[in-house]
């Protein structure tokens, strides 16, 4: 029997489906990305503020959470949880798994824009007789965050790429859609080869845009120094 | 947990292999892609930028899924292991294949001059003047993606390599002591992360020596 590697009616059967499953993929990547914006930030603020004990214990589960993998902490949300009583559905636990991860690593790239801030601000500010949470919103982030936004773009594609892992705990995202189909007709090529095709222009596109926004923000800092 | 503790020590076995493995694969993909990159003919030259756009712009698990599912069906049939470790060092070696571009690149123009100047050939140049100052810039990033790399070997569980993270599941599943099981498992990986960031440091320490001193090694 000739082998046939590639079965195009059999890939345009796949494509209806994966592109169903997409939906998901995207839905997991922004939820997930918005978790890690928000618990980034809070992991930074916390390794760089308040009292000695909160800055290492914060840093401590920084540093366990970037030195270990993602795959064993999603099984351990999904399974330990449940043992403390809390139990929720397999995606937001996969958006949380996928929130914390890259949190701790966005906390990292927040903490570099927050320490290129001169003091001065900050003295000035004291001069100026501004509340430390003021000075924090209004004058220290606006100054923090532009700089970063393209280090955390490459988080959020990285997560993008990370999202197949939810499939160990059956979310149906692109790589579960595209495991049942090949475990239904055998032909694994055609599903797992579409979901890279997927994957890969997403990425491009991202970093395309990544590129155009980093351009956009250093014309608007420019103007403004 | 000692019960449990001497299937881990098997597991953990195997993700030593594939990590070592890996790690070999991915130094050797990412200096052949970075000078064919950087001094290879045009051919050469797309072949690496395709490698490492590929495996960069796609996901570890789907090329891990790739390689196990879709290579037997050109009559390629892979040990699982052999899958997992090609599959993990080419993903690392394309990020790699960055690191150490912008490592020749940091390197002083200078020096490409000063070695042209001795007579020294282009090869020699690049082996004897080059590279050993690149390989000192280069080492911090690989430490990182070397961790990386430990973390990602936890997928070659699901192409069923029985390594620390399928063993972790299997218990798991046997014994529902989960809290237990996967707790011990994350520890036994942050542990293994920090002996790549102390050798690591070491490398440097060492390599940033033999560099005052005039050589490398």
Request: with cysteine; proline share 4%.
């Amino acid at each position: 029997m000739a082998v046939q590697i590639w079965d195009w009616n059999h890939a345009a059967e796949a494509l209806p489906l994966l592109a169903e499953a997409s939906v998901i993929t995207l839905q997991a990547t922004l939820l997930g990305f918005l978790v890690a914006l928000v618990v980034g930030l809070l992991f930074a603020i916390g390794r760089m503020a308040g009292p000695m004990a909160l800055r290492m214990a914060v840093g401590g589960v920084v540093e366990f959470i970037r030195s270990t993998p993602l795959l064993i902490q999603i099984f351990f949300l999904y399974y330990v949880m449940p043992e403390f009583g809390l139990t929720l559905d397999a995606m937001p636990t996969g958006v949380l798994a996928l929130g914390l991860h890259y949190g701790a690593y966005c906390s990292e790239v927040y903490r570099a824009g927050l320490a290129n801030v001169p003091k001065g601000q900050w003295e000035a500010c004291i001069a100026l007789n501004l509340s430390a949470w003021t000075t924090f919103k209004n004058v220290i982030l606006p100054q923090a965050i532009p700089p970063v936004v393209p280090a955390l773009g490459n988080y959020l594609v990285a997560l993008f790429k990370e999202t197949p892992l939810l499939s160990v705990i059956a979310v149906l995202e692109l790589m579960q859609t595209a495991k049942i189909l090949g475990s239904e007709t055998f032909r694994y090529v055609e599903p797992i080869t579409l979901v890279g095709v997927f994957f890969l222009i997403f990425s491009l596109i991202s970093a395309a845009m990544i590129r155009r926004v980093e351009r956009w923000l250093n014309k608007r800092m420019g103007r403004r120094i | 947990m000692r019960d449990f503790l001497p299937e881990l020590l098997r597991g953990l076995v195997i993700t030593l292999q594939v990590t070592a493995g890996g790690a070999v694969v991915a130094v050797i993909a990412a200096l052949v892609a970075a000078l064919a990159r950087l001094y290879a003919s045009a051919p050469w030259r797309w072949l690496a930028t395709v490698y490492v756009e590929l495996f960069r712009g796609t996901s570890a698990l789907v090329q891990l899924f790739w390689l196990f599912f879709v290579l037997p069906h050109f009559g390629l049939t892979l040990e699982p292991m052999v899958v997992g470790i090609a599959a993990l060092g080419l993903n690392v070696g394309a990020y790699g294949a960055e690191v150490v571009r912008g490592a020749i690149g940091s390197v002083g123009k200078g020096q490409w001059e000063a070695a042209t100047a001795l007579n020294l050939t282009r090869m020699q140049a690049l082996r004897r003047i080059v590279l050993p100052q690149a390989f000192v810039a280069m080492l911090p990033p690989w430490g990182n993606l070397f961790i990386e790399l430990l973390k990602a070997t936890s997928l070659v569980s699901l192409i069923t390599l029985s390594d620390l993270a399928f063993k972790a599941q299997q218990i798991n599943q046997n014994t529902l002591r989960t809290a237990e099981v996967f707790s011990t498992v994350l520890l036994m990986y942050l542990g293994l992360s920090v002996l790549i960031t102390l050798a690591m440091r070491a490398l440097e320490a060492r390599a940033a020596r033999g560099l005052r001193r005039g050589r490398v090694t």
